[in-house]
T-cell receptor, first 114, second 113 residues
Framework: KQEVTQIPAALSVPEGENLVLNCSFTDSAIYNLQWFRQDPGKGLTSLLLIQSSQREQTSGRLNASLDKSSGRSTLYIAASQPGDSATYLCAVHAGGTSYGKLTFGQGTILTVHP | GAGVSQSPSNKVTEKGKDVELRCDPISGHTALYWYRQSLGQGLEFLIYFQGNSAPDKSGLPSDRFSAERTGGSVSTLTIQRTQQEDSAVYLC???????????FGPGTRLTVL
């Protein structure tokens, strides 16, 4: 059974810092990996999707990397801003009989102070 | 529509009542998913529809839960004889095809008294 772990559970940083959120998964036979952000009381907003054949994806100040063989992904946020404060979720899309389903980590709660 | 929509946004019901939650996926998306988010369990998969294929119901927690997708578009998640442990946010997502990027709706917050 695929398990997804996110570290740290919570992170508080001053505005302007570069930061890294970590995600690990137990079964490396994944189809792709997706990063989301969730604001309080809201649904999930997709940030980046990395296919299993890719090493990284970039969108603006966000960069996500994937090391499938070691079961790890990182989300790098450059020059953090207070508006980046949210919960960040990593989700793995497994293949095979789990095709179509995302398995989520518990999330990292990020607070960026002005 | 521009994104996935869900209704109602909030639902309060009494234990033992039946509830129906609705999801409108992004137009043209063939795959539709239901997830549940609760404090103790995080985000968990419930059911997945792809085109006209039989749905993958492997995540439904009990036979009180069922879902259908009519005409390959709108989906309804039904919970019969609700229990307090059913209280959670129910999220719907859709993707262009299975394995593609999933886009989520705002969710329905269900409270069972």
């Amino acid at each position: 059974k695929q398990e997804v772990t996110q570290i740290p559970a919570a992170l508080s940083v001053p505005e302007g810092e570069n930061l890294v959120l970590n995600c690990s998964f137990t079964d490396s036979a994944i189809y792709n990996l997706q990063w989301f952000r969730q604001d309080p009381g809201k649904g999930l907003t997709s940030l980046l999707l990395i296919q299993s054949s890719q090493r990284e994806q970039t969108s603006g100040r966000l960069n996500a990397s994937l090391d499938k063989s070691s079961g790890r992904s990182t989300l790098y946020i450059a020059a953090s801003q207070p508006g980046d404060s949210a919960t960040y979720l990593c989700a793995v899309h497994a293949g095979g009989t789990s095709y179509g389903k995302l398995t989520f980590g518990q999330g990292t709660i990020l607070t960026v102070h002005p | 529509g521009a994104g996935v929509s869900q209704s109602p946004s909030n639902k309060v019901t009494e234990k033992g009542k039946d509830v129906e939650l609705r999801c409108d996926p992004i137009s043209g998306h063939t795959a539709l998913y239901w997830y549940r988010q609760s404090l103790g369990q995080g985000l968990e998969f419930l059911i997945y529809f792809q085109g006209n294929s039989a749905p993958d119901k492997s995540g439904l927690p009990s036979d009180r839960f069922s879902a259908e997708r009519t005409g390959g578009s709108v989906s309804t998640l039904t919970i019969q004889r609700t229990q307090q442990e059913d209280s959670a946010v129910y999220l719907c997502a859709s993707s262009l095809s299975p394995g593609e990027e999933q886009f989520f709706g705002p969710g329905t917050r269900l409270t069972v008294l």
